[in-house]
């Protein structure tokens, strides 16, 4: 969400309202990202734009400077989904992947903490004007400060109104399903960042940096870990590039599963 | 690798390398197609000033054997070119780059140079570091009292056209309902711009969030604004903050919420569920203290749903938070068989 800057995703709400009628739709909300990259910056790890200019070096003060041109974004997609979804069926927004990289020392104008908070409660603000029932997920860095994610996001998750979210999400894909690190190269791992916000986990898997696909993670087909990560909060699994009979490896291995401590 | 077959590797390498040059050293010369070189690939303007605009001459270069056409030079925002169309093989010209910064700090935006050039296209930067035009001394109102203090803030607005500036409040309507007004103070001096006072008034407890934003009268910028979060304590503790209902699980099929509060002769006044399919009951730990479950109304959910949400209301005699809504999430497929069986 966000790719323009005004509605353009109709086509969630035929799905929803048509084929995928009685399942609840997951929106990735880039808005500010996206709004940075129209003014020519590219993701982090890609150098197509030219020499750092890159939301690790630039979004912050794109963000900062352009946050009223932001929220009317924001407004014109909960005005939109307001319009073809309603206001009373439950719609989930997954706020902002990598939220946390406007805080870097990278930025030309690093948000502060406070500002980083300040300005996602006001995103989630814009779409609660419009979806009194929307419910709202929070990104997840494992790297976050302190000791790359050695307090499971105590400290930065300590920045923010957390009663805004129903659930934290990991973002980038290559979480690990056989593994109690969301990812090996960094501390935080799967159960501290749940026992730190109380969240249930969205978890993402299949694609690496700048969105490119990673292919079908058969761990998570794993029952023996899909349980380990279940018990430690996760609910929810995406693979971006699914095998074509993921439905029946689902189908398959669903009587190995426990009952999660959230149900999804 | 055995030793002699690690030679022979070795030796063909070199084979290759000796052939390459030499390949390389009979076609010195301009290639045969066109070649866009460019002197530098990124270029700073030095200081510039938010919305004003800086122009420079950027020399292009065609090395190759052939007219260099360039079709198109695409630029962000900020700044503009006009393509210069063909230049002869050996020819060199300058275009102009104007640029207009629309933000303040540290100023970038790309040149995308689109020609029939084997490496088109070819990327331009241009940088600067700009200076505000006219802008809030603060990057942000952080304000945490306690319920019933007040405070008054004052903010300096700065930048090139402070002076010009004639600020002026826009409807407050939002900001009165979190405990907030705006008003300006005339300068104190030639020296000094007009300065901005805010009063946070704790009226009630929570987190507030929002922009505070002025009309500056000037064509540009037209508003200047800073982002507020207003922090208000209050006695009330209510957990937890999302009520999580496991359809699945018939141990978890209602979940508790604990009410607490410091204030005297504290009670409940009334409990709700305000949306939704849910019921709630509630009993009383201690004075300070009570309890509310919650659970999903499952013979009112139609069979096959995923997910319901509703809203639990609190009224309590706190004067704080004399109201709190708590959001619920009930997950899990609704099968009645199953909840029949249970």
């Not at chain 1, 930025?107 to 929307?134: C, D, E, H, R």
């Not at chain 2, 055995?2 to 290639?31: D, I, M, Q, W, Y």
């Not at chain 2, 930048?159 to 409040?169: E, I, T, W």
């Not at chain 2, 979190?178 to 030639?190: N, V, Y």
Request: net charge neutral; charged share 20%.
């Amino acid at each position: 969400m966000g790719y323009q800057s005004t509605f353009d995703q109709t086509y969630v709400c035929n799905d929803v309202n048509g084929t995928l009628s009685g399942k609840v739709p997951i929106v990735v909300s880039y808005v500010a990202a996206f709004y940075s990259k129209r003014l020519g910056r590219c993701d982090c790890n890609v150098n197509s734009c030219g020499a750092n200019n890159n939301l690790c070096v630039h979004g912050a003060n794109d963000i900062k400077q352009g946050i009223n041109q932001i929220l009317d974004i924001y407004r014109s997609y909960a005005q939109g989904y307001a319009n073809c979804f309603g206001t009373t069926k439950p719609i989930i927004f997954e706020m902002e992947p990598d939220w946390y990289q406007y805080t870097y020392s990278s930025q030309t104008s690093p948000m502060t903490n406070a500002q980083a908070a300040n300005f996602m409660s006001q995103f989630v603000g814009a779409i609660k004007q419009y979806l009194p029932n929307a419910r709202f997920s929070m990104d997840i860095s494992p790297w976050v400060a302190p000791n790359n994610g050695g307090d499971h996001g105590q400290s930065w998750y300590g920045n923010f109104d957390m009663s805004l979210f129903s659930f934290i999400n990991t973002s980038g894909g290559s979480t690990e399903a056989a593994n109690t690190r969301i990812r090996q190269e960094n501390n935080m791992t799967w159960a501290g960042v749940n026992q730190v916000t109380g969240k249930p986990i969205l978890a993402d898997t299949g694609y690496g940096a700048n969105g490119v696909s990673a292919g079908h993670d058969n761990n998570w087909d794993n029952p023996t870990y899909i349980n380990a990560r279940m018990n430690d909060g996760v609910v929810s699994i995406s693979q971006y590039n699914p095998n074509s009979n993921w439905g029946t490896t689902i189908s398959s291995i669903r009587g190995q599963l426990n009952t999660p401590r959230y149900c999804p | 690798v055995s030793a002699p077959v690690f030679c022979c590797f070795l030796l063909l390498l070199c084979v290759n390398c000796r052939s390459h040059n030499s390949t390389e050293e009979r076609k010195a010369g301009p290639p045969e197609g066109a070649r866009l070189s460019l002197e530098r690939t990124e270029y700073h303007l030095g200081q510039a000033v938010q919305f004003e605009e800086v122009a420079i001459q950027v020399p292009l270069e065609n090395t190759g054997g052939r007219a260099l056409s360039i079709s198109s030079i695409e630029a962000g925002h900020n700044c503009r070119a006009a393509p210069p169309g063909t230049i002869e093989p050996g020819a060199r010209i300058f275009v102009e780059v104007t640029c207009r910064p629309l933000t303040y700090g540290t100023f970038a935006d790309r040149l995308r140079l689109k020609t029939n050039s084997t490496d088109s296209p070819a990327i331009l930067m241009i940088t600067a570091d700009v200076t505000p035009a006219l802008r809030l001394e603060r990057d942000i109102l952080d304000v945490t009292l306690s319920h019933g203090e007040k405070r008054t803030e004052v903010l300096g607005v700065v930048g090139k056209s402070a002076h010009d500036a004639k600020l002026r409040v826009p409807d407050q309507a939002i900001l009165r309902e979190h405990g907030l007004t705006l008003s300006i103070s005339p300068a104190k001096s030639r020296d000094h711009s007009a300065y901005v006072e805010a009063h946070f008034e704790a009226l009630r407890a929570g987190v507030f969030t929002g922009n505070l934003t002025l009309e500056t009268g000037l064509t540009e910028p037209s508003e200047i604004s800073i982002p507020y979060t207003f922090t208000v304590r209050g006695t009330l503790s209510v957990t937890p903050d999302t009520l999580y209902i496991n359809v699945r699980d018939p141990t978890r099929s209602e979940v508790q919420v604990d009410i607490k509060s410091t204030a005297p002769a504290f009670s409940i006044k009334k409990l709700s569920v305000t949306e939704g399919l849910f019921a709630v009951r509630s009993e009383r730990i201690s004075a300070q203290h009570h309890r509310a479950y919650v659970r999903l109304l499952v013979d009112q959910v139609p069979e096959g749903v995923t997910g319901s949400v509703g809203r639990l209301s609190i009224q309590t005699t706190d004067a704080t938070e004399p109201e709190k809504t708590l959001p619920i999430m009930a997950m899990g497929k609704v099968r009645h068989e199953l909840s029949a069986a249970q």
